[in-house]
């Protein structure tokens, strides 16, 4: 277990070395740092001396570990479009999206969980095949489409919610700025966190089925209720278990993926979190705040991804505990 | 006495988008309180579809057509979902061919005991948890105590497979289904399980359906035989008279391509040419006759039901006790060579 | 009596003709049997046609300057009040049909769609033969950075190399080079699952006899991989294209909306949305709203054929 555990790191931290590689490559080498950063009419002498008093005249790799040490602590620069910290920019905007996406996510498990089962279960009744057309839905439409929709019928039409913006948010000892605690902050996260949430509900529950069907069609099962066992028992105490184990674990993967769809969503609803800021980095060719935003997502991605493992090993005894003693 | 079991006319069907096949057709037969039945037969000929019918577990599309089964001198073949669940477990076991898929690996080996013990009787969870020691101890698994907080993959097979068992018969059922028990196990394995199995039944004064595609398990554990090909019974009746002197030129051709240590060894093995032939193309008559050394005209006209054949039953027209319906000369005389007798005359003791 | 004894029934089918076969085979048969697949298919079939044709479809030309006229603006649509039956969908805040406009978007949505897919394709077969063939430090590479790849959703990779193509080629230059751009980099946000695809299958048909016979006779190993290898793998491959397909035309629909995708002057299902989104509140729906029901037409159809492929395809739900 502690061995796999270290193997999990490695990766992990192979995957991170890889992407500050290309982090930094973008950063150094697209475009001009030192032209990004004074105006037109600095002379020649001076961009040269700027060159050499941000070091970029060092050996590459003398560059690279800067770049590292300097990611490390959480240094990625200033921003080309508004000549802020990068870092600091990064900081005020993550609670934004941490927010609506962790929102999503249960969103996402809270009803997809339960429909996949269903469907799972019955697989002929009406509502079995009416939560499948849902789903299909859910998985042909885009992001956007989805949210455009939603504030064209929740919010033009009915007026019932806010298309835009966070509502009013509360600070949290100055680190975190929090919209679940006002009334306006919640109304404005329930359609963008449903527009978020919608894609990942549908996989889920196309997972969940899918896994289902494939559990009841085991010997265990078969087995089980040839020993009489009742169909509670069956359904929920054995297919339930072993269909959730791997997909708790895939869903825990989503989890990032929600986290990089926020771009889509935040756009949409102009929600003030990173994936906005990414955006407009990419639209401006802002590669400072490119390159730390892609440096942040692999970060999380990684964490997540490794927790996720430690957890399959957790609940799968089979891997846990080794094979066989004859 | 009334037997345990009792099928009749069994006909179990499955409808493709090719049309609808006969898995089972028209199969007879009983099984006596205490008896082993072993049910024989290549790959496709339907033997763990007939038991998956008696247990109320065929997978949808297929369903009993036809027939009644009869389970103590109850029909149970038109019961509902519910009714049926009650029947499976407490009075008719079953046992699948490989352990470890028959086993969830997510649950410990005691809790799946004390859920099936739990299910069929009303017991405290200590008592249950005692029961379930009991039983490992009884399939003969060592430290019974420890292991119940292990889990499936932590056995070897052959213990698997005593859990298997142990979890079958844990509310002593009348019937005991044993499909392939021993097929997936090493050789080295094989007859401790089927000793095993064929104790703890006979001690319960259980019945055993043992089906196999392996005839010596069923020389060995045994009390009857019955053969089937393609859906349909061939021959039923003890195994000594099945094995040493088939009556139906199918049995017989099986019989004969199994290599014995006495024989010659540079002798090739016997064949039967051709193949069992698919659900969807079975021969008009009787199903073997294309691949038949006895086959005369009836024999692609008309399907042979059973017939009496010396001790045992035989569905072949060599028996049929009819005197307007004998068979040509040369093929009477052929197949008696071979100890298959017509209808009137005795077999030949040949061995 | 007819003697049917026995007979391998499958040894009679193949004396008939390839079309009749093709008529009696299994994909067939459930692609008649699914009323919903067979609506799916026609659907795209039209959408498709009339996209490729879209100069002889559409009632208007919506990007020829010489007919649009600003006073044509904002008419909604020909049903509505105050719509003009020239313009059976309204017109947006140039003057331009939407229903034209709609039918060219289609062909650019289209066709960056099936490029993407194609490169995509093209890659990712590629590299998973060679992953799969030569095996070894090569393989561990490929797959090394597929493993990284695949750690981010796609959009977001579509995204960088987006930015990345967008700096190094400077803002004048870049817009003529946008749609390779993107197709470029939505190709390349989907090579890995053909990649791994098409390398499992390579390492499970590399140790089959008529490798190993193909190995004997001397064919060198691209003939191997290409003309051997490759048609047994294709399958799977063109189920993931097809899937694949759906989500090249959202990926592209999404990029163009956020801003970084096809531009105004030619614009995508997805620009036409972007453009009509300003217009939302403001009460003229229909120039974002009738180009977002095509968008969510078009992917619901090739997403439920490319469901049905899969399921008709796959052996284990026989």
């Known amino acids: 277990m502690i061995a796999f555990a270290i193997r999990r790191f490695m990766q992990a931290l192979g995957v991170m070395l890889v992407v500050a590689l290309i982090s930094f490559l973008m950063f150094r080498f697209v475009g001009d740092p030192v032209n990004q950063l004074v105006g037109v009419d600095t002379s020649p002498a001076e961009r040269e001396a700027l060159r050499q008093a941000l070091g970029l005249n060092d050996p590459v790799m003398i560059q690279f570990s800067r770049f590292i040490v300097k990611a490390v602590q959480m240094d990625f620069g200033i921003s080309y479009q508004f000549k802020q910290p990068v870092a600091a920019l990064i900081a005020s905007r993550l609670p934004a999206t941490l927010e ?227 | 006495m009334t037997a345990t079991l009792s099928v009749r006319n069994l006909r179990v069907e499955i409808p493709t988008r090719g049309g609808v096949l006969r898995a089972i057709d028209d199969l007879s037969f009983d099984i006596a309180p205490g008896e082993v039945l072993g049910v024989v037969g ?310 | 009596m007819p003697d049917v004894v026995g007979k391998d029934t499958n040894g009679a089918a193949a004396a008939r003709g390839p079309l009749r076969r093709a008529i009696e085979s299994d994909l067939w048969y459930s692609f008649t049997r699914s009323p919903v697949t067979v609506v799916s298919a026609a659907v795209t079939l039209v959408m498709i046609l009339s996209a490729a044709f879209a100069s002889l479809v559409a009632p208007h030309n919506p990007f020829d300057p010489a007919t649009i006229s600003i006073l044509d603006s904002f008419y909604p649509p020909a049903w509505m009040e105050g719509g003009d039956p020239r313009f059976l969908l309204g017109t947006d805040d140039q003057g331009r049909d939407i229903l034209s406009t709609i039918l060219y978007g289609m062909r650019i949505s289209l066709a960056v769609g099936f490029a993407s897919v194609l490169f995509a394709m093209v890659i990712g077969v590629t590299l998973g033969l060679v992953a799969g063939y030569i095996g070894g430090a090569v393989d561990s590479v490929i797959m090394r950075i597929a493993d990284v790849q695949l750690t981010f959703p796609a959009i977001l990779i579509a995204l960088l190399i987006n930015g990345v193509a967008r700096a190094m080629a400077g803002p004048q230059s870049y817009d003529q080079v946008v749609l390779v751009v993107l197709v470029l980099s939505i190709g390349l946000s989907f090579w890995v699952q053909y990649a791994r695809t098409v390398r499992g299958s390579v390492l499970v048909e590399a140790n089959k006899e008529y490798v190993l016979a193909a190995r004997l006779i001397g064919l060198r190993p691209w003939t191997i991989m290409f003309k051997h290898v490759l048609p047994n793998v294709m399958g799977p491959v063109l189920v993931i294209a097809t899937i694949n397909l759906a989500l090249a035309i959202i990926t592209e629909a999404t990029l163009s909306f956020l801003g970084v995708g096809v531009p105004p002057t030619e614009p995508s299902l997805g620009t036409l949305i972007r453009i009509g989104n300003d217009f939302l509140f403001s009460g003229e729906w229909w120039i974002t709203i009738f180009p977002g029901i095509t968008l969510a037409i078009l992917a619901l159809a090739v997403n439920l054929l490319g469901d049905w492929l899969r399921d008709a395809l796959n052996p284990k739900l026989r």
Not at chain 1, 154 to 168: D, I, T, Y
Not at chain 1, 248 to 256: D, E, K, P, V, W
Request: aromatic residues 6%; hydrophobic residues 45%; contains cysteine.
């Open chain 1, 100 to 326: 609506l996406s962790f929102v999503s996510a249960l969103f996402a498990l809270a009803v997809g969980v339960p429909m996949g089962v269903y469907t799972g279960l019955y697989r002929n009744t009406l509502l079995a095949r009416g939560f499948l057309a849902i789903s299909l839905i859910g998985v042909s439409l885009p992001t956007f489409l989805i949210g455009i929709l939603l504030i064209f019928v929740v919010s033009v039409h009915l007026g019932w919610l806010p298309s835009f913006g966070r509502g009013e948010t509360v600070n949290l000892g100055g680190v975190w700025t929090t919209g679940l605690l006002t009334k306006s902050g919640l109304l404005s996260l329930i359609l963008p966190a449903i527009t978020l949430g919608l894609f990942q509900m549908t996989l889920i529950m196309r997972l969940v089925r899918g896994e289902m069907l494939e559990v009841l069609r085991t010997d265990y099962i078969k087995f089980a209720r040839a020993r009489g066992l009742s169909r509670r028992a069956v359904n929920f105490g054995h297919a339930l278990k072993n269909t959730l184990v791997p997909v708790i674990t895939i869903t825990g993967l989503q989890l990032g993926s929600i986290i990089a769809f926020a771009i889509i969503t935040e756009t949409v609803f102009q929600w003030p979190g990173m994936g906005l800021l990414f955006l407009q980095a990419v639209q401006n060719v802002d590669i400072p705040i490119m390159a730390a935003y892609l440096l942040l997502i692999a970060f999380l991605f990684v964490t997540i991804n490794f927790i996720v493992d430690l957890l399959y090993v957790a609940v799968d005894p089979r891997i846990r505990l080794g094979e066989a003693r004859r």
């Open chain 2, 42 to 351: 290549e790959s496709g000929a339907g033997k763990s579809i007939t038991g998956s019918a008696i247990i109320g577990l065929l997978e949808p599309p297929g369903r009993v057509a036809a027939g009644e089964i009869r389970l103590g001198g109850e029909r149970i073949d038109d019961l509902g979902p519910d009714q049926m669940r009650r029947i499976r477990g407490r009075r008719i076991g079953m046992i699948f061919q490989d352990p470890l898929t028959s086993l969830n690996p997510l649950y410990r080996i005691g809790d799946q005991l004390t859920e099936t013990i739990l299910t069929h009787e009303r017991l405290s969870q200590r008592a249950a948890r005692d029961k379930a020691q009991k039983l490992l101890e009884e399939v003969g698994i060592p430290a019974a105590g420890a292991r119940l907080s292990a889990y499936p993959h932590q056995f070897s097979g052959g213990m698997r497979q005593r859990v298997v068992i142990a979890l079958a018969l844990c509310a002593d059922p009348e019937l005991v289904i044993a499909d392939e028990p021993t097929t997936a196990l090493d050789v080295s394995v094989q007859a401790q399980i089927i000793a095993l199995l064929k104790r703890l039944c006979s001690e319960r004064g259980a019945s055993v359906m043992l089906i196999t595609h392996d005839m010596g398990v069923i020389a060995e554990t045994a009390d009857r035989v019955c053969v089937l090909y393609a859906g349909r019974l061939a021959e039923i009746g003890p195994v000594r008279a099945v094995v040493k002197h088939p009556q139906h030129p199918y049995t017989h051709g099986l019989m004969s391509a199994i290599p014995s240590l006495a024989g010659d060894p540079d002798e090739e093995l016997a064949q039967i040419p051709g193949a069992m032939p698919r659900l969807g193309a079975i021969p008009d008559g009787c199903a073997f006759n294309p691949r038949c050394d006895h086959a005369f005209a009836r024999c692609r006209a008309e399907r042979p039901h059973p017939y009496p054949a010396g001790a045992s039953d035989a569905a072949c027209f060599l028996h049929d006790p009819d005197p307007a319906h004998r068979p040509p000369e040369p093929v009477a005389r052929a197949a008696a060579a071979r100890g298959i007798a017509a209808a009137d005359e005795t077999p030949e003791a040949t061995s």
